[in-house]
């Protein structure tokens, strides 16, 4: 497949998630078919949000995508390795930021929340709160401002993630693999991919 392809699959199985038409999955046939081989066709980082698992919103099953999960899907040099793992070893085509509508780590940002090493995390998202050009109230509260960050960040760790793998940033010059950002709407369950 191409990368267009299986970006295209990745929709395909959206809709069948949002149609409530997935498939049957058999996940133990899953589970052997895959027992001496993986072949996934991309690898998505995405939030640790309980109502955003990402292979059941594209009707995913075992096998077909690498994952990655941190609050706020940003990235750092361990997820940045295990994409580079997926893309350039393990033959994934499509690297997936996919963030979602009302992400509390996003708020958290916002409101200057701080607990531990969260604090550390959230400062990873606070540059996409400056970067977000909006008219009106800039606050956690506001819906529609948190999603404008949400979509920000994403875009972002685009950005971070070309800049800090030359490894993925060469794949994506040369064709063979894709970066794509997409955000989850938690309301209707839409992945819209960025185009
Ligand atoms: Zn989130």
Known sequence: MTPDEVIESLKSGNLRFREGKMKQHDYLAQKRASQKGQYPSAVILSCIDS???????????????????????????DILGSMEFACALAGAKVVVVMGHTSCGAVKGAIANAELGNLTGLLNK????????????????????????????????????????????????????IKIVGAIYKLDGGEVEFFS
């Open 125 to 176: 998202i606070k540059p996409a709160i400056a970067e977000t050009v909006y008219e009106g109230e800039r606050t956690a509260d506001n819906y529609d401002f948190v999603d404008a960050v949400a979509r920000t960040n994403i875009k972002m760790t685009l950005t971070g993630i070309r800049q800090q793998s030359p490894v993925l940033n060469k794949l994506e010059q040369d064709g063979k």
């Open 51 to 77: 109502r955003a698992p990402a292979e059941i919103l594209l009707d995913a099953g075992i096998g077909e995508t690498f994952n990655n999960r941190v609050a706020g899907n940003v990235q750092n040099e």
